[in-house]
């Protein structure tokens, strides 16, 4: 047992290259988990600037210096960050509140509904259990009030983090992308100088992270874009609202698009009821959906290595539920990390066999 043990050892951790790398991906971890919400800004800019990267090659391309592709990038995105913050947020939350502020209104004809069920199927459902439900919507409704006024007491709290983020977050973004070069140099004069698979793992993973974000950001802005203006000529309440959902929905593969789907269909139904309009509204959904999965996100993401679904839900399940938001936007690319790890990690197949077998 013990050379089995120690043949396996032997064949897989071996090299020091290796070892390295396991290092820096525990040590890597262990400060995101341990010291993620600190980092949050800094990683934000991060994900900013290598979005940005793209547009940084364009311009050297076109004959821009380094610096000058940097302002040029750097101003861009400014603008796009005040549009957003100053127009696309405001309406968001104008609706939002107008959604809170009918949510009652919508639990009640939810009941008025429920009550109907027992008359209509006396064999399936009984008063009992349509008591059980509105008393549960009942205490959902209370829950959501509650969390409403501890974030109204919160929103100072809240007004200070939004600015702290408004001020480094671009500051960040700029440095990042004005001396990357020099901050990757600094970094990996820490490395050995023979490292041939760090080497092999980074070019693949910054290629693919960089394609990926990229890819993801296209997406929402297409995705939500088109489904807010397909809602707003359909006439749909809260289009502002259910676009920006569904734009954030293709950061979960398969899953958000299921979960999205509720919303869409309650505001449906109880704006227009069960007529043509509802199902044209979902029909409109459905067809945004399919165009997303069969012809958009192929071409967006032609570049990027292919996992199996289930491998996909894995890792949105545990990244997830690790680290929130930023675990499920990064699920897919830490997947094809470990995947691009496990390819390039050495096996030592060439090893003797140990003496003593």
Known sequence: MLNVVRRWIDRYFSDEEALLLLVLIASILLVIVTLGQVLAPFLTAVVLAYLLQGGMNYCKRRGLGHLGSTVVVFLLFIGVFLALLFVILPAIWQQTT???????????????????????YPDLVSDAQVQHWTQQIGDELARMGQLAVSFSISGITGVMAVLIYCVLVPILVFFLLKDSDAIIRWCTSFLPQKRQLLNSVWAEMDEQIANYIRGKVVEIVIVGGVTYIAFVIMGVNYAALLAIGVGLSVLIPYIGAAVITIPIALVGYFQWGWGNDFIYLMVVYGIIQALDGNVLVPLLFSEVVSLHPVAIIVAVLVFGGLWGFWGVFFAIPLATLFKAVLSAWPSGETLEPVEGE
């Open 98 to 120: 107008q959604f809170f502020y009918e949510l009652p209104k919508m639990a009640s004809k939810g009941q008025a509904l429920l009550m109907l069920l027992p008359e209509k």
